[in-house]
T-cell receptor, first 114, second 108 residues
Framework: GAVVSQHPSWVICKSGTSVKIECRSL??????MFWYRQFPKQSLMLMAT?????????EQGVEKDKFLINHASLTLSTLTVTSAHPEDSSFYIC??????????FGSGTRLTVV | SQQGEEDPQALSIQEGENATMNCSYK?????LQWYRQNSGRGLVHLIL?????REKHSGRLRVTLDTSKKSSSLLITASRAADTASYFC????????FGQGTTLQVKP
């Protein structure tokens, strides 16, 4: 079946540093990918829609300069949390749009900023 | 931007009982999907119901959709301890917008 590989599964970084999270579709091409954030005991909040070859579309309230999204190929989208702070600590999940086949989610990345 | 509300927020039942979770959404959708999430892990797709469908079954799962009320329900029959997880509905508008979720605990 279709697999979306997300790396790293967890990361701890120092406040002020940047962290890159990768989301890769392994056996299909994904023109569109989505990035979500989930705080403890809460639901998934859509952050942005990542489109291959064009700029990402951010949801209201999400800082595009802080959460940089790059979708340079049909199989890879990256989310970079720039100048991370403790309040950015969260669970980040990507998903790939497979058209008529629905959405496939990555396994998530737990980011802890210390 | 959250679209859906779910109730109850938390549900605790005994193994063998049925569990019902409800979801409401705000905007028009192409379909509605239900997902399961074990603590701190990724999502597992459970079932999809299209906007022109009213009910769908998959194993022990039964989903209903009422587009006039913008609501859906998920019924898990004969629950098992392994069903303990969080359950989320997600309305598909071209992107998935998730509800608040219901945390289900099934006691053995």
């Amino acid at each position: 079946g279709a697999v979306v590989s997300q790396h790293p599964s967890w990361v701890i970084c120092k406040s002020g540093t940047s962290v890159k999270i990768e989301c890769r579709s392994l056996d299909f091409q994904a023109t569109t990918m989505f990035w979500y954030r989930q705080f403890p005991k809460q639901s998934l909040m859509l952050m942005a829609t990542s489109n291959e070859g064009s700029k990402a579309t951010y949801e209201q309230g999400v800082e595009k300069d802080k959460f940089l999204i790059n979708h340079a190929s049909l199989t890879l989208s990256t989310l970079t949390v720039t100048s991370a702070h403790p309040e950015d600590s969260s669970f980040y999940i990507c998903s790939a749009d497979r058209g008529n086949y629905g959405y496939t989610f990555g396994s998530g990345t737990r980011l802890t900023v210390v | 931007s959250q679209q859906g509300e779910e109730d109850p927020q938390a549900l605790s039942i005994q193994e063998g009982e049925n569990a019902t979770m409800n979801c409401s959404y705000k905007t028009s959708i192409n379909n509605l999907q239900w997902y399961r999430q074990n603590s701190g892990r990724g999502l597992v797709h459970l079932i999809l119901i299209r906007s022109n469908e009213r009910e769908k079954h998959s194993g022990r799962l039964r989903v209903t959709l009422d587009t006039s009320k913008k609501s859906s329900s998920l019924l898990i029959t004969a629950s098992r301890a392994a069903d303990t997880a969080s359950y989320f509905c997600a309305g598909n508008t071209g992107k998935l917008i998730f509800g608040q979720g219901t945390t289900l605990q099934v006691k053995p």
